[in-house]
């Protein structure tokens, strides 16, 4: 058995196995993709100290420097069976979806999460050529253009404020009658003079053409009319789900489907730690994956250091 296995390796889990291997206890990672949503990405330029780099390049990087240390990396596994420990100090079982199993005494789950996509055409052949996902990171690309933003909750009106400071013009489509935003969020979007707000406007095509963004169209639901916007980007912003559905019954999440975790990465499991975008912690980004698989893996550590093989 592992003393500290981690489950996932994107950023969170990298990180989580360096920080474990490094106080000299056995460490794995099962992972269904090593790189996660890092291997999907283009440009990043928000890692700090890092001024810019590209996915599969900071993939490599992080593979790298896991194999530094004395970590078995199980790649292209996937966990699909959590079985906490009888009690606690003894061993967790994590079931594999090639009907192996495996036992540690700790767990790091860091199985991170997955945009909601919209599915019409144009979305995935202009992904990360004018259609993105994380305001954060490519909003910086759009400076002075003009962009739409899909989805009216809290992380859309988030993402059309935040963009409406960068970029040119932001035109955010809601697809039912009203957003679902707080009030505040609302009222903080329509004070904004380059936005407008579509409601009641189902996206129907991402155009494009040299491949690149050149507008969509939506479809007014009120009164069946197809309207096509001339613009250079696309910010999907229906909802992150977090890749959890295998720990459902086994550990508490939130309404979400969020591990909930508390500020030292405990889970509502003695001995099963979790990390990333897969948890609660607010922000959703490689740095704090990366901080938060560390600590992850160092409250691991204490687990065993307070909890030691009897
Ligand atoms: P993930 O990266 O999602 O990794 C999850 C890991 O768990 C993967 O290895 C996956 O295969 C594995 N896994 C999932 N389910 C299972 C299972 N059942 N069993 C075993 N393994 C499993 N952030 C930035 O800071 N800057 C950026 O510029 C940036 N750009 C982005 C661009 C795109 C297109 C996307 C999608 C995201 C971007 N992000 C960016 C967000 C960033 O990628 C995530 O915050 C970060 O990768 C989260 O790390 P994680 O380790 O928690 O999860």
């Not at 899909?150 to 009203?178: Q, R, Y």
């Not at 004070?191 to 507008?215: A, F, H, P, R, W």
């Not at 922000?283 to 065993?304: N, P, R, T, W």
Request: hydrophobic share 40%; net charge negative; glycine share 12%.
């Amino acid at each position: 058995p592992f003393e500290v296995l981690v489950i996932g390796g994107g950023p969170a889990g990298s990180a989580a196995a360096i920080y474990a291997s490094r106080k000299g206890i056995s460490t794995g990672i099962a992972a269904e993709r090593f790189g996660g949503q890092v291997a999907d990405t283009m440009g990043i330029e928000n890692l700090i100290s890092v001024p810019y780099t590209e996915g599969p390049k900071l993939v490599a990087a992080m593979e790298q420097h896991v194999n530094e240390y004395d970590v078995d990396i199980m790649n292209m596994q996937r966990a699909e069976k959590l079985i906490p420990a009888a009690r606690t100090g003894s061993l967790h079982e994590v079931r594999l979806a090639n009907g192996a199993s495996l036992k540690a005494r700790t767990l790091v789950l860091s199985t991170g999460a997955r945009w909601r996509q919209l599915g019409v055409p144009g979305e995935d052949e202009y992904r990360n050529k004018g259609v993105a996902y994380c305001p954060h990171c490519d909003g910086p690309l759009f400076k002075g253009k003009r962009v739409a933003v899909i989805g009216g909750g809290n992380s859309g009106v988030e993402a059309a404020i935040d963009l409406a400071g960068i970029v040119g013009h932001v035109t955010l489509i809601e697809f039912g009658a009203e957003m679902r935003a707080d009030d505040v969020l609302q009222r903080k979007l329509r004070s904004l003079k380059n936005v407008e707000i579509i409601t009641s406007g189902q996206t129907t095509e991402i155009t494009g053409e040299n491949g690149k963004v050149n507008g969509l169209s939506y479809t007014d639901r009120n009164t069946g009319d197809n309207h096509h916007v001339a613009l250079e980007g696309v910010f999907v912003q229906i909802g992150l789900v977090p890749n959890t559905e295998w720990l459902k019954g086994d550990i508490e999440l939130s309404q979400h489907g969020e591990i909930v975790v508390n500020d030292r990465n405990e889970t509502s499991i003695p001995g099963v730690f979790a990390a990333g975008d897969a948890t609660t912690v607010p922000y959703k980004q490689i740095v704090i994956s990366m901080g938060e698989g560390s600590k992850a893996a160092l409250s691991a550590f204490d687990f065993l250091i307070r909890n030691s093989a009897q």
